[in-house]
């Protein structure tokens, strides 16, 4: 991944299956994706790239540290 920074929705997904999620999966108003017992929810798609506060919730909920993330 490029350095901690905006990233599309298809590159979050992306990142995240390279960390052994699957999905995303349909469910209520958002689609998320999961990894065991681990459930996290994937924001929907829209015009913008996924900010950096936002993209830090979703990794804080995934588990996953910010140099994990800039590995996958």
Do not use: W
């Not at 997904?13 to 960390?19: D, E, H, S, T």
């Not at 900010?51 to 830090?56: Q, V």
Request: positive net charge; charged residues 30%.
């Amino acid at each position: 991944m490029p350095p901690f920074k905006p990233i599309s929705r298809d590159n979050l997904i992306r990142a995240l299956r390279r960390l052994g999620f699957d999905g995303p999966f349909s469910g209520g108003r958002h689609q998320f994706m999961v990894r065991k017992d681990l459930t996290i929810t994937v924001p929907n798609p829209h015009k913008g790239d996924i900010g950096r506060d936002l993209l830090t919730r979703i990794l804080k909920q995934a588990g996953i540290s910010r140099e994990e993330f800039e590995a996958a």
